[in-house]
């Protein structure tokens, strides 16, 4: 019996972007204003969809400023997207939280969305997992008048009080730093 090449096809395109999707990335619709200005601008007139690279993030490595979709704390079946303000061993001035400084401890990291007041984030939960990482918000793929990269930036007022000690990797022969360790390649608007 011979398989229409139309069938075959889809039987192949089926587990090559199953593959992609899983590897490498997809797009996704970002909802509501605790981004702003950085997603969102306008409020609800326009919607920005990112491009959220799971690649990125293939080894729990996040740098301050990082724009990361997440598995929610409060909600497992949400995904929210935040803003990495902190790392392990950061000290974080914290804005409404129970106290008004947190170590973030190791694993984890601080976020918050750009409009404070407006977002459910780290001020609320606390540090949250790198576990629940899921991808890397790298571009705004639509609307077309809103192509561009997103970089990793931290507002002035949000930068941590203190870095964290730098963590060593021991995955090779050659100890290396990882890149959050680096607060030198970090821009501060």
């Known amino acids: 019996m011979k398989i229409p090449f139309f069938l075959k096809s889809v039987l192949v395109s089926i587990p090559v972007s199953v593959t ?4 490498f990335g997809y797009v996704a619709r970002v909802d509501g204003i605790s981004m702003q200005p950085a997603l969102n601008p306008d409020g609800s007139n326009v919607t920005d969809y ?7 993030v293939r080894n ?4 301050r400023g990082d724009v990361i979709s997440l598995i929610s704390p409060k909600d ?5 997207i ?4 902190g790392l392990q061993g950061d000290i974080i001035a914290t804005m409404g939280y129970k106290v008004p400084y947190v170590k973030v401890p190791e ?20 540090p949250v997992s790198l576990g629940l990482v899921t991808a890397r918000a790298t571009k705004i793929v639509w609307p077309p008048s809103r192509w561009q990269s997103l ?12 870095f964290g000690k730098p963590a060593i990797s021991t995955n090779s022969s050659h100890p290396t730093l990882h890149a959050q360790e680096k607060p030198t390649k970090m821009r501060y608007d």
């Not at 729990?60 to 740098?63: C, G, K, S």
């Not at 935040?82 to 303000?85: D, I």
């Open 20 to 23: 992609f999707l899983d590897c």
């Open 50 to 56: 990112v491009f959220l690279s799971r690649w990125a």
């Open 60 to 63: 729990m490595e996040v740098e």
């Open 76 to 80: 497992p079946g949400q995904k929210i």
């Open 82 to 85: 935040k803003r990495v303000v």
């Open 107 to 126: 694993g984890h990291c601080w976020i918050e969305g750009d409009h404070a007041g407006n977002s459910l984030d780290s001020n609320t939960f606390g």
């Open 151 to 162: 970089p990793s930036i931290i507002p002035k007022t949000r930068h941590p009080v203190t």
